[in-house]
């Protein structure tokens, strides 16, 4: 069992900058990959980034390309996500997630279903 919190949230003009932290606990971090996911009022849930075990290979959705960037500290057992040049297209929940890969594994996971491990939630609201 994995328990994942992610903090960081909160409101921002459009422009500005936010980063989310997610820190986990309960099982070995460095056998997880880590990835965010959003969902908008109304929308399904997209993916946004992810990581593999080590933080050397990440991958991002299209629309965030540029501007986010995730990664971790396997010793501070946190994920993390800069958010740059927020959209207001950007305002959604941010959830962070992990999917048990194994030790060493450079596979990054970015379908939803693929996460077993979800936290509650973070609000992002970008104003215009």
């Known amino acids: 069992q994995v328990q994942l919190v992610e903090s960081g949230g909160g409101l921002v003009q459009a422009g500005g900058s936010l980063r989310l932290s997610c820190a986990a606990s309960?099982?070995?971090?460095?056998?997880?990959?880590m990835g965010w996911f959003r969902q908008a009022p109304g929308k399904e849930r997209q993916f946004v980034a992810a990581?593999?075990?080590?933080?050397?290979?990440?991958y991002y959705a299209d629309s965030v390309k540029g501007r986010f960037a995730i990664s971790r500290d396997n010793a501070k057992i946190t994920v993390y996500l800069q958010m740059n040049s927020l959209k207001p297209e950007d305002t959604a929940i941010y959830y962070c997630?992990?999917?048990?890969?194994?030790?060493?594994?450079?596979?990054?996971?970015?379908?939803?279903?693929?996460?077993?491990?979800w936290g509650r939630g973070t609000q992002v609201t970008v104003s215009s």
């Open positions: 990581v593999n075990w080590s933080g050397g290979s990440t």
């Open positions: 309960g099982r070995t971090f460095s056998n997880y990959a």
């Open positions: 997630a992990a999917d048990y890969v194994g030790s060493y594994s450079y596979n990054i996971p970015y379908r939803s279903n693929e996460y077993a491990y």
